[in-house]
């Protein structure tokens, strides 16, 4: 079965842009949760998204956003970007939210850089 | 919020044993995973704790204490490929997922 994948794998914007990234979960998988990566705050939750729905959202401003369509691949928008966006942006994917031992399975990321 | 600890860096030698612990302070709590990230790559799943005891699984244990908000990472007989940043993350009552911010372990010949 195909893992997540994630779309562009490497991106180089300038403030004050906008970018969109995709996910595609893993076959099946309904829910969807998106984070930042940076060396000096490591791995934070952005948001997470179920049937189309977002369940969790992650202590970060509104310019981050996000959405889920009806097949569960998900799309994160981040507006008016600033120098401090810089990361690697993870997506993992679940069979349903986080309940149990429902584990979260990462996609390779796609790493923003903003100039 | 949530307040995850686990050291920033380790270094062992191949065949070893290393014990990375992770210490947390959050509002309530549903699970402790712990994850392996090789640089440039995703996390991937190791272990998860929701009650207290030790989980073993080949060469990799974790365990948890859930009153003392405690939990380690046993790694025996260390191979190079265990060379990577190992990641705590706690599930608490409102199910999101929190990460310390990884202990990087280098395993030297």
């Known amino acids: 079965k195909a893992g997540v994948t994630q779309t562009p794998r490497y991106l180089i914007k300038t403030r004050g842009q906008q970018v969109t990234l995709s996910c595609s979960p893993i076959?099946?998988?309904?829910?969807v949760s998106w984070y930042q990566q940076t060396p000096g705050q490591g791995l934070q939750f952005l948001f997470e998204?179920?049937?189309?729905?977002?369940?969790n959202k992650g202590n970060f401003p509104g310019r981050f956003s996000g959405r889920q369509f009806s097949n569960s691949r998900s799309e994160m928008n981040v507006s008016t970007l600033e120098l401090g966006d810089s990361a690697l942006y993870l997506c993992a994917s679940s069979f349903q939210p986080g309940q149990g031992a429902e584990t979260q399975y990462f996609g390779p990321g796609t790493r923003l850089l903003v100039l | 919020g949530q307040n995850i600890d686990q050291p920033t860096e380790m270094t062992a030698t191949e065949g070893a044993i290393v014990q990375i612990n992770c210490t947390y302070q959050?509002?309530?709590?549903?699970?402790l995973f712990w994850y392996q990230q090789h640089a440039g790559e995703a996390p991937t799943f190791l272990s998860y704790?929701?009650?207290?005891g030790l989980e073993e699984k080949g060469r990799f244990s974790s365990f948890l204490s859930r009153s003392k908000g405690y939990s380690y990472l046993l790694l025996k007989e260390l191979q190079m490929k265990d060379s990577a940043s190992y990641l705590c993350?706690?599930?608490?009552?409102?199910?999101?997922?929190?990460f310390g911010a990884g202990t990087t372990v280098t395993v030297r010949a």
């Open positions: 998204y179920f049937s189309e729905t977002q369940r």
């Open positions: 993350a706690v599930r608490a009552n409102d199910y999101k997922l929190s």
């Open positions: 076959s099946g998988h309904r829910s």
């Open positions: 959050t509002s309530g709590f549903n699970g």
């Open positions: 704790n929701v009650l207290d």
